[in-house]
């Protein structure tokens, strides 16, 4: 009766470890990819953040750049043109 | 001593027993404990991964957006090295455009308005408001004027072209000799050239190219003689006929001396006077009138077709 409590006991053991080891498996490789993503969502903020900055800065420098500027004018007035006439050949 | 070995053996067998329970117990406790714990990080990277999908999303627009930006604060670095390449793209456009305006496979026409012997203080920034209006580019055949170097630069500024028409324009003494001539229109690209760092090389003689032979120069060597400077010439197709004086005619005169002929053709040029009240008037018209007609309205340059180099 004993022997056959251990062999149950042994076979319900090799059972529970093979579930223990699947789902401890899984729980690792989604404990890692969690973490991949949170590191990624991290960086990638942190790269939003920054761009945001240097656009801010760049913005800037451009509304100061282009203030009063003539030659930044002729510049925006030429591609606007260009475009226009662009646009009407690619009509054809 | 038997019986106490069996009962030893006996107890030993049962520790066995209660460990492995135990361990099987602990084992079902952790595989629980991981499906749990599997299920809510499963939400987590679920949930994760859609915000860094939305993140990446936003973060390519943002890249978009500081490419465009950079560019933009990049162009002030050579700004007149950008605006000659935008120049060199447009003009071979417009060659493209009037070649085929030419060959009747467009569904536009070509008109290239032309302002000579200005800019005036008085009436050019009227001229310049209305084309503006339009959104309409036209050549300016300019003269070298002192002090109005504010009209030169809004021409420039406002992409028309700026066209040589001598720096004089007074016809006995640039029609003296040939010589005086190029000095004169060579004078003229100077000026130009000094106040706006641009190389005109389309002109217009002072009275059109017949004007030439009238004053009994040899029009053959004339013509030789701008071309080995690299100048284009233009006359007209059609004129307002402001060139007369500005009170013989009104602006409706001289509004229908253009549209009434514009019709008949694919490409034309238009010779206006931008010292013209009257011209000045008929103006807006004139230019619905040509949109109507299906005309669109560039700027002369040298590879321009219409602009003859021989």
Not at chain 2, 279 to 294: D, F, R, S, V
């Amino acid at each position: 009766m004993k022997k056959f409590i251990r062999i149950m006991l042994i076979i319900l053991l090799l059972c529970f470890g093979a579930v223990c080891a699947y789902t401890g498996w899984q729980f690792f490789t989604l404990y890692n990819t969690d973490s991949t993503l949170k590191k990624d969502i991290k960086e990638t903020s942190e790269k939003m953040d920054d761009a945001d900055k240097q656009i801010s800065d760049l913005n800037k420098e451009i509304e100061s750049l282009s203030k009063d500027n003539d030659l930044y004018t002729e510049y925006q007035n030429w591609q606007r043109q260009n475009r226009k006439l662009e646009e009407i050949l690619a009509r054809q | 001593m038997a019986k106490t070995e069996q009962k030893t053996g006996r107890n030993s067998g049962q520790t066995v027993n209660i460990l492995l329970a135990v361990i099987c117990i602990v084992l079902c406790a952790l595989s629980i404990y991981f499906y749990r714990a599997c299920d809510s990080l499963n939400t987590a990277v679920l949930s994760d991964d859609a915000e860094l999908s939305e993140l990446l999303a936003i973060y390519d627009e943002k890249s978009a957006e500081l490419a465009e930006v950079t560019e933009t604060r990049e162009a002030f670095n050579d700004l007149d090295g950008k605006i000659a390449e935008i120049k060199e793209v447009y003009f071979k456009n417009a060659v493209k455009a009037e070649e085929l305006a030419r060959s009747g496979n467009a569904d536009f026409k070509v008109c290239y308005l032309t302002f000579d012997d200005g800019p005036y203080v008085a009436t050019t920034p009227l001229f310049l408001d209305v084309l503006e209006e339009y959104d309409v580019q036209a050549t300016f055949f300019c003269l070298a004027k002192e002090g109005l170097d504010d009209l030169y630069k809004r021409e420039k500024m406002n992409c028309h072209t700026i066209g040589n028409h001598t720096a004089s324009h007074t016809i006995r003494y640039v029609y003296s000799s040939i010589d005086t001539f190029i000095k004169d229109l060579e004078e003229n690209r100077e000026f130009i050239q000094n106040l706006l760092g641009i190389t005109t090389d389309v002109m217009r003689f002072p009275g059109g190219s017949p004007q030439i032979t009238y004053s009994g120069l040899n029009r053959t060597k004339m013509i030789e003689r701008i071309q080995e400077l690299h100048y284009g010439y233009i006359d007209w197709t059609l004129m307002t006929g402001d060139g007369g004086g500005p009170y013989f005619m009104t602006p409706d005169e001289f509004l229908h001396n253009v549209v009434d002929y514009s019709a008949d053709y694919d490409v034309i040029s238009v010779l206006m006077h931008d010292y013209s009240n009257n011209t000045l008037a008929c103006l807006p018209e004139m230019i619905e009138i040509l949109k109507e007609q299906g005309y669109i309205f560039l700027p002369l340059s040298y590879d321009a077709p219409i602009v003859k180099k021989e």
